[in-house]
């Protein structure tokens, strides 16, 4: 019979390179020296199938198993081995004719199982193994050191085997599994009951949370769809105010295009002239741009020559290296010839030294066979002699142990008396202790339930902190909400006017236009428009914006050049005009006469240039606009400073305007143009930082005492862990108590017991003393013939010992010769290798010979392509030159022409400064109303914000569905609620329903009803909205709960019910099991011994099945004992017949034994392979050995050698591949 198909090992221990054992049925030995590592065969097998002990495996650590090096191998990364199992039979519980285990481990520490060469886990292999007798700690896998652990190991575990053959282990792991299981049931049902407790106290309190978010959600229902009403009322009086302000933009829209057309006229002019400047420029550019490509092109061109010549270069260096290649290879190849002529020389001795030692061993063949057949000769009457004498001693042995175990049990009930008088005052000593130990239980319960006390207080002033914490965050959330609301607000605000900046809304058309194109970066040099770039005080703002007039909307810009580059734009798309002030042109205006004496005027508060802040860079720009313009502090001030003769334009805080002509303008007015924008959106987002910084603190403290509360909640849980653990150690000492009790009684009980095992004892002392007396008169009649049959026995044992010394003389020189032939093949065969290799080798470096003489013409030819190259560039680098020094001239001329131009349109833009001004002021009007404009576009926005913050909607669709929405709050008004107590007693908010019925008439009755609905709510308090959905999750969960309880009280029973069955089973299975290996045992005792008796004794001190297995032996001519008391030989014999009474039982398909007869002589030796013989139909053997005799049980042998050390190597030898060798009992080992 085969299981075992095929071992594989890779760096396991000195196994260093990849080593595979084929293996066949019957009996497979290992042999080999002392430390040839032989014994890392029988280890490697027991560590794919799950060893975990390093010390088993002779290490110190189970790193130690990889392979650590030798002298010429460097370690191995990891320790790998395959072990392939014959599954024909179904042995294993899998759907596989053959199955493949492996184990991998890494010198990081990392390792791996896998099965059929798929990853998997060490307790899917043991599963699988599981009562096949074959596993780590199996009676299948015996070495010399486990018949020690088997002798010496104590009763319980010695059981394992036992359990192993009974086909038990899987009941045990299944009763194990199952008992932790139901410990797990009880802690889960214990821990629920609890949980339930608490869930139930949860729900009474959230049952009157929810009643209250229920009124709270009712009331907020009302409010929400009376602030829809109030924001519909808003939006449509805002679209009637807009559509009046609609109709007077469009009429000053004409009045302001009329304007325009008469400003155009005057700039047509400036337009011919710009014209004639743009195509001097254009010409001048396109002379420039030809002069750098020209320039451009001699440096690319002096590039191009110096890469070149760099290639030149490097074709020289590359062609000096492989000129060094071609003699390294030539001289590599004619030391090639030589080597492959001597490795030639060498094979053909080596073939002469294998066929001398081939004729060498068939003449030590002949030999051995002629001494072979005188020694069976003397072995067949030794035999017959031993026969006769054998059952002789067994009879002789029977009466003996009749007699030694009437004796022993003699003894055994003497001491047992005794033993019994001794244990009647432990009895009486335990009793007393039992009392005191009482008295100590008693105090400890009543220390656990004080504790318990302790701990429950503990708790309960946690969960009062724990609400105080809750109420706090509440609150903490309410405020961060509120002002989250007033960031909203703000941001929204922010948002509108900075979109309304960014898209230049209330700034004449083309404005808007130049400064659009400036940002997408389509228009150069464009600074910005003047309202962008200045910031005035806010008492100054209204001044600021009246002196600025339509010059707000100025353009400020770098250059001469990027003004007329926008101008032309304007111009070809028709977008409308703008003004622009170039920073290169623009002149500061001198401040007014007589400033100095008019500063001191108390009304006076100084130039308008002065009062606003603005870049350095921009400072002849601002002079410009503001440099003439007199801040004052009243009317009364300014026209005061007019009459005294100063000329200046006056403006006032209240923005009342005095010009130099003496023309006043005032009346009401507010700060709402293009500079207050630019100030509230400062401003804005000043206040909206502050929002934020006070928004992160409250999420600050909230985060802060979101984790007091999780810590709270933490020691919460521990607290109530404590008190469950508590209760259930107060619940324990009771038990203990309990015990202790019942012990006390059992102990008085088996006092009386004793007195009555007393007498009884009496009278079978006197029965057996009568059965010794019988057995030894018929010992000594056997004693006379046994003396004359071990005479001649004698004399034939010297005969044939001679005999077997010639014979095992032979068989050691045979054995030699086998192994020398091995050698001296796999060495021929290593010459053949070699010469194959170096052939490889001459072939390929003539392929590279070949390969760089062609690389060195190709290079040749490229270095004379970039010769001819830089040639033709170095010609066209001379036209270039010339071409050159043409554009430069060019340049020159057009430059001065240019400066001609731009002095002649300075001076007619002066002419067109009085008409500008003139458009500026008519401009203003038009400007009023479309900044009121946009400000009714920006509240339009606003609203339509608040609808899809607050209402997640639009204005159009809110306006539209308003009335619908009246009409379901009237529907809503008998929805059902949750009713506390409180509410059922008629408490807070008993009958309480919506007022909601119809929308109030006026505004103003809407905005009270709005106040009236706040107070209310504001009267709630903190309200805990989610504790409506809280409350209905946690009656659910209440109710999932209860019947988890039940499911639990249910796997309870059947778990206990599984374990009860068990049980029976087992206990049913190991009894039969054990009768049969008892009787297997006490048989192949008698067959290895000779005679004798044996026994298995079940020490049942706990229940059949937790009772120890006991071994008593009585080898012929001793008396009974205990096994460990057996000399060593004894024991390998006593546990080699236990070993395979478990296999009568239950035989394993395969069994590995590791030296187990090293303390065995020849005579058990013999003994020992005739029962091996019995097993193999049934079983596949793998023997190591260095015993002759095992030898001749082989089928296949496997020599295990070590040429080099540390590193260890297998040959092997089926004997049916040579006819000509034909061992019977000393096989030869190669």
């Known amino acids: 019979m085969q299981f075992f198909k095929r071992l594989e090992l890779h760096g396991f221990k000195s196994f260093a390179n990849k080593t595979t054992i084929e293996f066949l049925p019957g009996v497979t030995v290992i042999v080999g020296p002392n430390g040839s590592g032989k014994s890392n065969i029988f280890d490697a097998i027991r560590w794919v199938l799950g060893e975990q002990s390093a010390k088993s495996l002779r290490g110190a650590r189970m790193g130690d198993v990889i392979f650590n090096g030798s002298a010429s191998l460097k370690a191995t990364g990891m320790a790998k081995v395959e072990l392939v199992l014959d599954n024909s039979q179904r042995h294993l519980p899998i759907d596989f004719d053959e199955v493949s285990i492996a184990r991998h481990l890494y010198r990081t520490g990392e390792s791996e199982y896998l099965l059929n060469r798929t990853p998997c886990r060490l307790k899917d292999i043991s599963t699988l193994l599981m009562d096949t007798g074959i596993g780590t700690d199996s009676y299948s896998v015996l070495e010399q050191g486990r018949v020690d652990a088997i002798i010496n190991s104590r009763p319980l575990e010695r059981r394992i085997l036992f359990d192993e053959a009974a086909g038990i282990s899987k009941y045990k ?151 060094a290649e071609l003699a390294q290879i030539a001289a590599r190849l004619a030391e090639l010839d030589e080597e492959i002529a001597t490795v030639e020389r060498d094979r053909d001795n080596q073939k002469l030294v294998f066929e001398e030692l081939e004729a060498e061993y068939k003449a030590r063949k002949q030999e051995y066979e002629a001494v072979k057949s005188q020694c069976d000769a003397a072995g067949q009457e030794a035999l017959e002699l031993r026969k006769r004498l054998g059952e002789l001693q067994i009879r002789k042995g029977a009466l003996e142990s009749q007699r030694q175990l009437a004796h022993a049990m003699e003894a055994k009930l003497k001491t047992e008396l005794e033993k019994g008088e001794a244990e009647y005052l432990a009895l009486q000593q335990q009793i007393e202790a039992l009392a005191i130990e009482k008295d100590e239980y008693q105090s400890s319960k009543e220390e656990a339930l004080q504790l318990l006390d302790a701990l429950k207080a503990d708790l309960a002033a946690t969960q009062r902190q724990l609400r105080a914490k809750e109420q706090a965050l509440q609150e903490l959330r309410t405020e961060y909400e509120k002002i989250r609301r007033e960031a909203q607000t703000c941001r929204s605000r922010h948002d509108a006017l900075v979109e309304l900046q960014e898209n230049f809304e209330g700034y004449y058309g083309g404005v808007r236009e130049v400064m659009l194109r400036a940002k997408a970066a389509e228009l150069q040099g464009i600074i910005g428009a003047v309202s962008t770039l200045i910031e005035a005080a806010d008492e100054h703002e209204l001044a600021i914006e009246v002196a600025l007039g339509g010059q707000a909307q100025d353009i400020i810009v770098e250059t001469a050049e990027a003004a007329k580059a926008a101008i032309e734009w304007l111009k070809r798309s028709g977008k409308g005009r703008a003004t622009f002030l170039p920073l290169d042109l623009i002149e500061a205006r001198e401040r007014p006469p007589q400033w100095e004496k008019m500063r001191t005027n ?144 059992e102990r008085t009980a088996a006092i009386r017991q004793m007195e009555l095992r007393r007498e009884e004892v009496s009278r079978e002392i006197a029965k057996h003393h009568q059965l010794q007396e019988q057995a030894l008169a018929e010992q000594q009649a056997i004693s006379t013939e046994l003396q004359g049959l071990e005479t001649r026995l004698a004399e034939i044992d010297l005969q044939t010992t001679s005999h077997q010394q010639e014979l095992a003389a032979h068989s050691q020189k045979l054995n030699d010769l086998v192994v020398r032939m091995s050698t001296a093949k796999e060495r021929l065969n290593n010459f053949d290798d070699k010469l194959e290799t170096l052939r490889k080798e001459r072939h390929r470096l003539l392929d590279d010979e070949l390969s760089r003489r062609n690389e060195i013409e190709e290079l040749r030819a490229t270095q004379q392509e970039a010769r001819e190259k830089i040639e033709r560039f170095r010609a066209t680098i001379c036209a270039l030159e010339e071409r050159q020094k043409e554009l430069s001239e060019r340049l020159t001329f057009e430059t001065t022409e240019k400066e001609t131009i731009s002095l002649d349109l300075h001076k007619l833009g002066e002419r067109g400064q009085e008409l500008r001004r003139d458009y500026n002021e008519a401009q203003n009007a038009f400007y009023e109303v479309q900044l009121r404009k946009a400000q009714l576009e920006e509240r339009r926005k606003n609203l339509e914000q608040q609808a899809q913050e607050k209402f997640h909607t639009t204005m159009d669709e809110l306006v539209r569905d308003i009335t619908q929405q009246w009409s379901h709050a009237r529907e809503q008004i008998s929805a059902p609620r949750i009713v506390d107590q409180d509410e059922e007693n008629g408490g807070d908010g008993a009958g309480e329903q919506l007022a909601v019925l119809e929308p109030p008439d006026s505004l103003e009755e809407l905005t009270k009803r709005i106040l009236a609905l706040r107070e209310k709510i504001d009267s709630l308090g903190v309200v805990h909205v989610g504790a409506i959905d809280e409350y209905t999750e946690l009656m659910e969960r209440y109710e999932f709960l209860t019947k988890e309880e039940q499911d639990l009280l249910t796997a309870k029973a059947q778990l206990t019910e599984a374990i009860r069955n068990i049980d029976g089973k087992t206990t049913e299975m190991f009894e039969r099991a054990f009768e049969e290996i008892r009787e297997n045992f006490q048989e192949v005792f008698r067959q290895l011994f000779g005679g004798g008796r044996a026994d298995l004794v079940l020490l049942d001190e706990g229940g059949i099945l937790d009772a120890g297995v006991d071994i008593i032996a009585q080898p012929p001519g001793k008396k009974p004992t205990h096994i460990s008391l057996l000399s060593g030989g004894e024991k390998a014999l006593t546990a080699i017949a236990l070993l395979f009474a478990i296999f009568k039982r239950k035989p394993s398909p395969v069994c590995i034994l590791d030296e187990i007869d090293a303390p065995l002589d020849d005579k058990n030796v013999e003994r020992f392979k005739e029962l091996v013989q019995d097993f193999t139909s049934t079983t596949q053997f793998i023997i190591i050995t260095h015993n002759k005799q095992t030898m001749a049980l082989a089928n296949t042998i496997y020599g295990v050698t070590m040429e080099e050390e540390g590193v260890s190597r297998v040959v092997s030898l089926r004997l049916d591949e040579y006819d000509e060798i034909e061992f019977a009992a000393e096989p030869a080992l190669t």
């Open 602 to 745: 108390p009304g006076v508060l100084g130039l308008a240039s002065e009062l606003v802040h603005y870049d350095k860079r921009l400072e002849r720009a601002v002079s410009y606009l503001l440099g003439n313009v007199v801040v004052c502090r009243d009317l009364d001030t300014a026209v005061e400073l007019k009459r005294q003769g100063f000329r200046a334009r006056f403006v006032t805080l209240e923005g009342e305007l005095v010009l130099p002509q003496g023309a006043m303008t005032g009346g009401s007015a507010k700060s709402q143009g293009l500079l207050h924008r630019t100030r509230e959106i400062r401003k804005l987002n000043q206040d909206l930082q502050v929002l934020q910084n006070r928004e992160a603190e409250l999420a600050s403290r909230a985060e802060a005492v979101t984790r007091e509360i999780s810590g709270l909640k933490e020691l919460f849980e521990k607290l109530q862990i404590s008190v469950n653990r508590q209760e259930i150690e107060a619940a324990r000492t009771t038990k203990d108590l309990e015990i202790i009790e019942q012990k006390l009684a």
């Open 173 to 323: 792991a299944s009763k194990e599994e199952a008992l932790a299981k139901l410990a797990r049931t009880e802690e889960s049902l214990l821990r629920l009951t609890d949980i339930i407790a608490e869930v139930r106290r949860q729900a009474n309190s959230l049952k009157r949370q929810a009643s209250k978010a229920e009124r709270y959600k009712r009331l907020s229902a009302e409010l929400h769809l009376l602030e829809k009403e109030q924001l519909v009322r808003h939006y449509r009086a805002l679209m009637q105010e807009r559509d009046q302000v609609e109709a007077s933009y469009e009429e000053l829209y004409a009045r302001v295009e009329r304007l325009r057309g008469e400003l155009d006229k005057l700039e047509n002019e400036q337009d011919e002239i710009r014209r004639k400047s743009e195509e001097i420029q254009l010409t001048f550019e396109q002379t420039r741009a030809e002069s750098f490509a020209v320039a451009n092109e001699l440096t690319q061109i002096q590039g191009q020559i110096e890469l070149y010549e760099q290639k030149i270069a490097t074709c020289d260096s590359r062609i000096a290296a492989l000129s």
